[in-house]
């Protein structure tokens, strides 16, 4: 390169000098020679491979757009332009030489995220419970379940849809060869025996980190059963306890338990406030809340602290066991050991589980004696076959009783037994006498006990599925329970129930709970919980509460007293109507249940116009372009009230409709599930500006996260574009998928979060319950 190249050199050389702040000590000309020359100004500086640039080449350096402008992401601009070596956005950046991203572009969180996801992995793979009783082919072909351990492996993270000819298939495409293949659907693992040891290195060097379907293949060894032909132990096998599986935090002092669960709520806290930095657009100040978060820790708000359980032992109400084979083979009615999906099927009985009544144990207890007698089998998770499939104990306690640890059962009022069976190729009749002997057991086992149990419910519950976990509208069948008669100890059979329900008791409002209803499992901490969740709402006579995810009713008819009007929406329609049911046992005429599949934002927005203060609504009213759709939704949701309160006067229904209360406050309470807010329901809490306080109860704090994310970053000018040929990543985690969805919410105002609060409902367990304050 001659020095006529250098010519060219000054323009850019006086356009660097320029743009160094004046408080910035000046720097050399550009010397003319073929010196190394390194920039300075207001980036960051990097490695000297990376930023030297020689003047003698014309091509561009191979970091060039490599890494994304810190100055243009937090001012939206660049004073660089198009000069700078750094890339203006996501759609600039480019690979570094390396083949990796920017670590703080997009692209580069999700490959960092894929490699701690794959890390993790490898590192579950020495956990796996496995054993060779799954490779026992009972099912037609192979060699009688005879295999050598020593030629045999289990192939971890396999698609769970793959079954054993879709394995066989795969092994043949890689050209492996074996002995014995088998693969079971709904499982991650698939078990592999070799003819030889050559036959063995061969298919491990073949397999061992082959990629199927974006996960990395593991190879792990198979554990020895844990008991032999003759039932005798293996002290090769490793056991392990109901007691660890179910109450893990058992062996810790309660308070070490709380100050656990506090830390790991506040992690969850952190956890918001880094994700809602990472939301925000571009050009904007981050929210006054993610600033403040410095002050107290990094928490996205303050925690308040941990509200303790009333009761710490025997505190759950409903308690399902599962029906299968223990490690020694014996036929068990108790908890399994582990995920199916893991490949664990062990049922271990609920030996001490601290956190399941007595009572519950001793119903466990006689199922499990009747199974041992019974003509039908109990269900094979490998086959997804067999008839007795789950026991699932529901109690109901007496009002106002507020037991200690040791007396817990005595606060036991009504018990609801119910069985879960699979009537697939069975015979009509000896289902029949099957269920009457069951119905016979249970009774004659409830009356010897001492004291004896009470038995209020037997019902039956259909279910053909894969996983115990049914749908709602899965066929029930309600079976009369034997009565002694007092005089010559024969057993009589009583029809007096026409419904299958019990009834327990929340701040001295009695409720009904069918079969499949959802209701707190702690009873007495559930009372703190919605105390909690009242007091933090702000709640007066002009306010409209909305209950979403109302369930059966249960926090909007325990603050119904502190509110003009309590409307609770729910998809559920059994549970409506169980809600219907328990505002009018209590007296509670302030509340409206609907059920409704719509859209929760039009719903909402009809509810809303029908509610709210005419002269408030006025500075909120929606386009005209919408006022139909509102119109329908209110139609629908007037017929659905019709529906629901058809046994009320038509005559009383019409002054009611005429003269409905307006309210000035609006205060929303969520409950919803695991999984979190439906997006949907999500857009319309947030869209709706005269909601001003949002109060959320997770038993998920993780789906907490995510939901607060949307609710709380400010909204993107442009609405849908961000997120333009976006695909999501099957590895995504929940926060991050927020993050995208936040992108797309319409213009409004976003909530922050004002304080948050744990709730202990699951003493020795690691789940709590989260209370968060929102407002705006």
């Not at 490949?343 to 144990?361: F, M, Q």
Request: hydrophobic share 35%.
């Amino acid at each position: 390169m001659t020095s006529s190249s250098l010519d060219e050199l000054p323009s850019a050389a006086e356009t660097l000098t320029s743009q160094i702040p004046s408080d910035t000590a000046p720097i050399d000309p550009i010397p003319s020679s073929n010196d190394d020359v390194e920039a300075v100004g207001e980036k960051r500086k990097r490695d000297d491979d990376e930023k030297t640039t020689n003047l003698e080449s014309s091509t561009p350096s191979p970091w060039f757009k490599t890494s994304l402008c810190s100055y243009f992401r937090r001012q939206g601009s660049c004073s660089h332009g198009a000069a700078c070596k750094y890339a203006h956005g996501e759609n600039e950046l480019l690979q570094k030489p390396d083949n990796t991203w920017d670590p703080t572009s997009e692209r580069g969180k999700k490959a960092k995220m894929m490699s701690d996801s794959a890390v993790k992995e490898e590192e579950e793979v020495g956990d796996v419970m496995f054993t060779e009783e799954m490779m026992d082919d009972n099912d037609g072909g192979g060699d009688g379940g005879v295999h050598d351990l020593s030629l045999s492996k289990c192939l971890v993270h396999l698609p769970t849809k793959w079954q054993s000819d879709d394995l066989k298939t795969f092994l043949r495409e890689q050209g492996v060869e074996y002995k014995f293949a088998k693969k079971r659907r709904g499982m991650m693992v698939g078990f592999l025996t070799f003819e030889n040891a050559e036959q063995l290195k061969n298919g491990v060097e073949i397999l061992e980190g082959k990629n199927v379907n974006n996960k990395s293949l593991k190879i792990a060894d198979v554990l020895p059963r844990t008991f032999d032909k003759n039932g005798a132990k293996n002290p090769a096998a490793k056991l392990k306890s109901a007691r660890e599986a179910v109450t893990p935090l058992a062996d810790l002092s309660y308070a070490d338990q709380l100050e656990q669960k506090k830390a790991s709520i506040a992690q969850m806290l952190k956890k918001l406030t880094r994700n809602a930095r990472k939301a925000c657009p571009n050009g904007k100040s981050l929210p006054e809340w993610v600033l403040q978060s410095r002050e107290i820790g990094g928490l996205s708000c303050k925690l308040e602290g941990i509200i303790e359980s009333p009761l710490v032992n025997g505190y759950r109400n409903k308690c399902e066991f599962s029906t299968g084979y223990s490690v020694e083979g014996k036929l068990t009615v108790g908890f399994m050991l582990g995920n199916f999906s893991a490949g664990v099927t062990a049922v271990e009985e609920a030996v001490n589980c601290p956190n399941i009544s007595k009572l519950a144990c001793r119903y466990a207890s006689i199922f499990q004696s009747f199974l041992e007698k019974s003509r039908l089998p109990v269900w094979n998770r490998f086959k997804s076959c067999g008839f007795w499939r789950q026991l699932t104990v529901r109690e109901g306690s007496k009002p106002g009783v507020v037991s200690s640890d040791e007396d817990a059962d005595s606060r036991i009022a009504e018990v609801m037994l119910m069985v879960q069976v699979c009537t697939t190729d069975t015979d009509e009749a000896e289902v029949a006498t099957e269920f009457e002997e069951m119905a016979k057991a249970f009774a004659e086992g409830a009356r010897a006990s001492s004291p004896p149990l009470p038995l209020t419910v037997l019902v039956v519950q259909d279910h053909v599925g894969i996983s115990n976990v049914a749908p709602p509208d899965c066929p029930l069948r309600l079976l009369p329970i034997p009565v002694s008669d007092n005089g010559t100890h024969q057993d009589q059979s009583t029809n007096v129930l026409t419904e299958a329900r019990i009834h327990d008791h929340i701040n001295n409002l009695r409720f009904s709970i069918s079969p499949t209803a959802f209701f707190q499992v702690n009873t007495c901490a559930a009372e703190k919980l919605y105390s909690l969740a009242g007091d933090w709402a702000d709640l007066g006579p002009d306010t409209l509460l909305f209950d979403v995810c109302c369930g059966t009713g249960t926090i909007g008819l325990t603050l119904a007293h502190r509110v003009g009007m309590v409307i609770g929406i729910e998809m559920n329609a059994s549970a409506v109507s169980d809600a219907e049911r328990n505002a009018k046992i209590n007296g509670i005429s302030n509340c409206k249940f609907i059920c409704s599949k719509a859209c929760a934002e039009d719903v909402m927005s009809s509810l809303l116009t029908e509610y709210l203060d005419v002269s408030e609504t006025e500075e909120a009213k929606p386009p005209s372009d919408d006022l139909d759709k509102q119109n329908s939704s209110a139609e629908e949701i007037s017929n659905s009230e019709v529906q629901n309160n058809e046994q009320k006067d038509s005559s009383s229904s019409e002054p009611e409709r005429s003269a409905k209360p307006q309210f000035k406050n609006v205060v929303a309470i969520v409950d919803p599930p695991r999984p979190g807010l439906h997006p949907d329901v999500i857009k319309a809490l947030r869209t709706h500006p005269r909601l001003k306080t949002l109060v959320y109860i997770s038993c998920n704090p993780e789906t907490l996260v995510a939901n607060a994310i949307e609710l709380c970053t400010p909204s993107f000018e442009k609405t849908g574009q961000e997120n333009k040929g976006y695909r999501r990543q099957s590895r995504m985690g929940t926060a991050a998928l927020a993050r995208h969805r936040a992108k797309k919410m319409p213009a409004s105002e976003p909530f922050k979060p004002v304080k948050a609060m744990a709730v202990d409902l699951f003493p020795h367990t690691d789940h709590c319950e989260m209370v968060m304050l929102l407002n705006r």
